[in-house]
């Protein structure tokens, strides 16, 4: 895929830093406490969605620091359709703390900056140079960030038990990073098992899942061919849940509902940290279960309903009651009434002024 300037904006100063990482950090722990409060997914798929969003917020927090003092390097987030950070950060970060030890042995030991910030504040009266503050936060970055905590490209959850009352006996998920919406989704696959020990086929499983549900499809079409490649395994509950966008006044205003934040950011009607959340759950069902093949080598596959879309909106109240005006044709189809959130505080805008 290749960036242009359409696809992404550049984080080129200190404000629009903090602004932006604040801007997602709050809006994506708002729509954590959110969903758990409003039982969009069940207790243990909440659960799981917690952990996949830690790794994901853990990530963004690694780009702040990485880049707030870099005066070469700029991150780049998409405006399209999601307002997260373009995937391409993400390899970045991975290859980064891949190199962490080769990066730590060519950086200013830490005892010797901090003599140097001592000395230039101290005895100099000067503000620290930014080249040192780089360099400060260049330690803290390679430091610190694990490479086991960033959010890859494809990151694959444990096979657990069902929960009680589950269509299936098993559970597996798993997360990725579309490369063409740069944004999140994390499944859920509810299934049975033809064996004893699920265990001794969790390596095909998860080669599986890897290879073919790595990226934004029908999903349909990706419960065919984990149907295909599984032959033990039947599939009976998918379900894809779409992390975004986030809209808000970092997004591209193709989208209708970011359209209408822009134009009323622009008119001065709403404060300039205006956000609202789209999530969308995709859920396919099995109906039952049909055999193909030769006599001696029939496999069994499932018949999948038709596809059930959910929508949900989350956003401050008075955003709600904006879109509702602007936007009444989209929120009138929600899974539900839109979920009102927290809204920023306005200290964090760091440049409005």
Request: net charge negative; proline share 4%; hydrophobic share 40%.
């Amino acid at each position: 895929m290749i960036v242009t300037p359409l696809d992404s904006a550049i984080l080129d100063s200190k404000d629009q830093y903090v602004f932006y990482h604040k801007m997602i950090d709050f809006s994506l722990k708002e729509l954590i406490v959110a969903v758990q409060e409003k039982q969009i997914l069940n207790q243990q798929e909440l659960l799981l969605f917690k952990q996949y969003s830690d790794l994901l917020l853990y990530s963004i927090e690694a780009m702040r620091v990485k880049y707030m003092y870099d005066d070469e390097e700029n991150m780049k987030v998409d405006l399209t359709d999601s307002s997260f950070p373009n995937y391409l950060e993400f390899r970045y970060l991975f290859n980064d703390l891949a190199l962490r030890e080769d990066y730590l042995e060519k950086l200013t030991g830490i005892e010797t900056l901090k003599d140097e910030f001592l000395d230039t504040l101290m005895r100099k009266k000067e503000p620290i140079p930014k080249r040192k503050l780089f360099q400060a936060a260049s330690i803290v970055y390679y430091s610190s960030a694990k490479k086991e905590y960033i959010f890859n490209r494809f990151v694959q959850g444990k096979i657990i038990p069902a929960p009680e009352g589950s269509v299936a006996e098993h559970l597996v998920s798993w997360s990725f990073y579309d490369v063409s919406h740069n944004r999140p989704f994390i499944c859920y696959m509810y299934f049975n098992y033809d064996g004893k020990d699920v265990e001794s086929y969790k390596d095909e499983i998860y080669e599986t899942l890897k290879n073919i549900a790595d990226r934004e499809m029908a999903l349909d079409t990706m419960a065919y061919g984990i149907d295909k490649r599984l032959p033990k395994v039947f599939p009976k509950l998918i379900k894809r849940v779409d992390l975004g966008p986030i809209h808000n006044v970092f997004a591209k205003d193709e989208n209708k509902l970011t359209h209408a934040i822009l134009q009323s950011i622009a008119n001065k009607e709403i404060p300039l940290e205006s956000y609202a959340i789209s999530l969308k759950i995709d859920e396919l069902k099995s109906s039952s279960e049909f055999k193909e093949g030769s006599f001696f080598s029939k496999q069994t596959f499932q018949r999948w309903d038709a596809m059930y879309r959910q929508r949900y909106i989350f956003a401050p109240h008075r955003i709600i009651q904006m879109l509702y005006n602007k936007t009444p044709e989209i929120m009138n189809k929600l899974a539900m009434s839109p979920v009102q959130v927290s809204s920023i505080q306005s200290s964090v805008v760091s440049n409005e002024k």
